[in-house]
């Protein structure tokens, strides 16, 4: 009886550790434009939590591309503009990292959204897309109305990094941030783009995002 009991308890423990190393071992959750980091329980995860709303842009093959696009599929997400003279082609080599990485896989897609869509047209894309060698089908180049664009990405991705002053409509956006954005279209890592160490650390967090 004593043996069984004490078997009993050294079950309960390891239950308890592997719980314990799940939480642990969960991406944290990203609600406010301050990228706190938040980790939320199985129950509050219940709840309505900030998430990526519907949208619908074009792509360089002038394909409508949706929130219906990304369903089921963690993706990353990235702003940018094809007559950027030195940060974006750091950014897009960067990110050309994760392309390699998950080549082939149909469950991971990138996301590029272009802050200056009046003149990045769908064969401005194109020829961006055949410059960094990039997989149309993977990684999405889009463009659409600046007004569209630049709500989502200040009201949802909280893709600016001028969080201290007030933004009118049309203040041009500039971010390095690079967002991974899971399946339920929320929020799980931030990186800066530029930093080819903070890419390598998203690959790692994508293949974990991939486990849960």
Do not use: W
């Given at each position: 009886?004593?043996?069984?009991?004490?078997?009993?308890?050294?079950?309960?423990?390891?239950?308890?550790?592997t719980s314990s190393k799940k939480a642990d071992d969960q991406l944290p959750f990203y609600v406010t434009a301050d990228f706190t980091p938040h980790w939320f329980t199985v129950k509050e995860?219940?709840?309505?939590?900030?998430q990526i709303p519907a949208f619908s842009f074009?792509?360089?093959?002038?394909?409508?591309?949706?929130?219906?696009?990304?369903?089921?599929?963690?993706?990353?997400a990235d702003f940018?503009?094809?007559?950027?003279?030195?940060?974006?082609k750091r950014l897009t080599n960067n990110i050309s990292l994760v392309q390699e990485a998950f080549k082939g896989d149909e469950g991971v897609l990138i996301l590029s959204h272009s802050v200056t869509p009046e003149t990045d047209s769908v064969s401005r894309l194109q020829q961006?897309?055949?410059?960094?060698?990039?997989?149309?089908?993977q990684w999405h180049l889009l463009t659409g109305t600046r007004s569209e664009i630049y709500t989502l990405a200040r009201k949802s991705y909280f893709a600016d990094e001028d969080l201290?002053?007030?933004?009118?409509?049309?203040?041009?956006?500039?971010?390095e941030n690079v967002l991974l954005i899971d399946k339920q279209r929320r929020i799980r890592g931030v990186y800066k783009g530029t930093s080819e160490a903070d890419i390598r650390n998203l690959i790692v967090d994508i293949k974990r995002l991939q486990e849960e």
């Open positions: 009886m004593r043996c069984r009991n004490c078997l009993l308890i050294l079950f309960l423990f390891v239950q308890a550790c995860l219940e709840q309505p939590i900030h074009i792509n360089q093959s002038g394909e409508k591309v949706t929130e219906q696009t990304v369903k089921d599929k963690i993706y990353v940018f503009f094809t007559n950027c003279p030195g940060i974006c961006y897309a055949r410059q960094y060698k990039i997989n149309q089908q201290g002053e007030a933004q009118a409509e049309n203040d041009f956006l500039h971010t």
